[in-house]
């Protein structure tokens, strides 16, 4: 595996992803639940930048963190727009942000308890009163439910073809999933790069989050179907939200 091959691909996989439209959504719902619009926004697990960029294009002063240097640094790649920084949430000396966000399941790249608890423990200190949390992930009831299947992805786009193949192994004991993603990107010349990638995640529960969730500070904690805050998620949701505020009391 090269992560650093990996992420030099990473913004063609996800060009179609929709950053604009869920930048909406969430901005939005982080300004119903906070009153106001916030005007500082802490972006954790920001990978290579695509959310916290729609967030600042929408007025957000945004500061983005990710345990993956080679992530980090292609973010830093592009000019100007919100301030990218390599390592835990925990090592960030800036605090009393106004909301935080932690999209595209990196809730689920967390592997345990004591895990998830120091994580949320740190987003907590890094929140005035009253700012919003809004994290997005897959739920561990429906997928356990209904295992992922294999998945093939094609994406063309001016610098060639990159054929995407995801092969995914459940282990429902261990309440976990082991993607192995297999990339060949061929160029427009016929030049051919096989790019290997695999991540593990950990399949937590709605009850387990909103557990961690309060003893981490956390009050009217939400459970709703992915970017469709206020619809509630149910048994067969696979992505879902989980949307609260922090209060100091």
């Known amino acids: 595996m090269n992560a650093s091959a990996y992420w030099a691909l990473y913004d063609r996989i996800y060009a179609g992803k929709d950053y604009a439209g869920e930048a909406d959504s ?3 719902r982080l300004t119903a639940l906070r009153g106001a619009v916030p005007g500082r926004i802490l972006d954790i697990g920001c990978g290579t930048g695509g959310h916290a960029r729609a967030l ?6 945004v500061v983005g963190v990710d345990t993956d240097e080679a992530a980090i640094a292609r973010a830093n790649s592009g000019a100007g727009g919100p301030d990218f920084h390599a390592g835990p949430v925990s090592a960030l000396r800036d605090s009393a942000f106004d909301a935080a966000i932690s999209l595209f399941h990196v809730v689920n790249y967390i592997p345990d308890r004591p895990a998830l608890a120091q994580f949320l423990d740190a987003i907590a200190e890094r929140l005035a009163s009253g700012a919003p949390f809004l994290l997005d992930c897959w739920n561990g009831v429906a997928v356990l439910r209904d295992p992922p299947r294999i998945k093939e992805d094609t994406v063309a786009d001016d610098s060639g073809v990159l054929r995407i193949t995801t092969r995914p192994t459940l282990d429902a004991m261990a309440q976990s999933v082991t993607l192995n993603v297999e990339i060949v990107a061929t160029a427009p010349d016929g030049g051919e790069q096989r790019v290997e990638h695999r991540y593990r995640h950990r399949l937590w529960t709605p009850r387990d989050l909103c557990e961690h969730l309060a ?12 970017m469709r805050p206020g619809d509630p998620a149910t048994a067969e949701d696979w992505k879902i939200m989980l949307d609260c505020v922090r209060i100091m009391r």
């Not at 600042?56 to 002063?61: D, I, L, S, V």
């Not at 003893?215 to 992915?226: K, Q």
Request: proline share 0%.
């Open 26 to 28: 969430v901005l939005a």
């Open 56 to 61: 600042a294009a929408r007025g957000a002063r």
């Open 215 to 226: 003893a981490a500070g956390f009050h009217d904690i939400a459970v709703s179907r992915w």
